[in-house]
């Protein structure tokens, strides 16, 4: 990749990054009102409207309203992927914004347009803060991946994917999975890691495992949900 591409790119996500925070800070004062909204029923989600999910054994916090939000169980009963696109109650999720929120300020953000993520998706499970960006194509397709020290482009969801684990303490990543990804799905040979930085597993795919890497859609994944 050109220099002054990836410097356009980090700039741009850097802009990314702010509007997802304002997102948050929008969703966590929604959250602390003491009026509960109502999750919408039979809907395309088709004004731009945010979705927020949550991991079933999120606990109660001061900070948002479990009532607000789906739980995975929910979700994986009323939503599903069809044909690679994100459908609810089997219409399909065309002007979306999903939040699921893994602990008090973590979580994952993304946008859905025609059933497919695009733009940015930030992975802030370790905080407010993106430690892991993916940018997707207007077609739902991966085309950059920034996480940790490891910038990498992807053409039409096709490259070489790596995922860390981040120390806090330290502030150091270290690697915790690596392999090939075709077609936004796992292929060929992937290696799996512990956090003493040691091999624990080695796992071979073809297209027919239908691994999804993207998110939400490896929520839905038969082999390997992401949760």
């Not at 990836?6 to 996500?13: G, H, R, T, V």
């Not at 509960?36 to 039979?42: G, H, L, Q, T």
């Not at 699921?100 to 733009?119: A, C, F, H, Q, W």
Request: charged share 25%; net charge positive; hydrophobic share 35%.
């Amino acid at each position: 990749m050109k220099k002054g591409r990836l410097i356009f790119l980090k700039w741009k996500y850097v802009n990314n990054k702010v509007i997802f925070l304002v997102v948050l800070i929008l969703f966590i004062s929604s959250s602390c009102t003491s009026v509960s909204r109502p999750i919408m029923k039979n809907t395309q989600y088709n004004n731009d409207t945010i979705i927020f999910w949550r991991v079933d054994n999120l606990k109660k916090s001061e900070l948002y309203s479990l009532e607000n939000m789906l739980s995975l169980s929910e979700v994986k009963r009323d939503f599903n992927v069809i044909q690679g696109k994100l459908f609810y109650n089997n219409l399909i999720v065309s002007n979306a914004k999903i939040q699921l929120r893994t602990d008090s300020l973590m979580g994952e953000d993304i946008s859905i347009k025609n059933g497919l993520p695009v733009g940015l998706y930030c992975d802030f499970t370790n905080g407010i803060t993106c430690r892991r960006d993916i940018n997707y194509d207007a077609y739902g397709n991966i085309n950059y991946i920034f996480v940790g020290n490891y910038n990498v482009e992807f053409k039409s969801g096709n490259g070489y994917w790596k995922d860390f684990y981040y120390n806090k303490a330290k502030g150091t990543y270290s690697i915790k999975e690596e392999g090939q990804v075709k077609n936004n799905f796992k292929y060929g040979k992937w290696k799996y890691y512990n956090q003493l930085g040691t091999i624990d597993s080695i796992k071979s795919y073809t297209l027919k495992d239908s691994v999804d890497v993207r998110f939400p859609h490896c929520l839905f994944n038969k082999n390997e949900p992401c949760y």
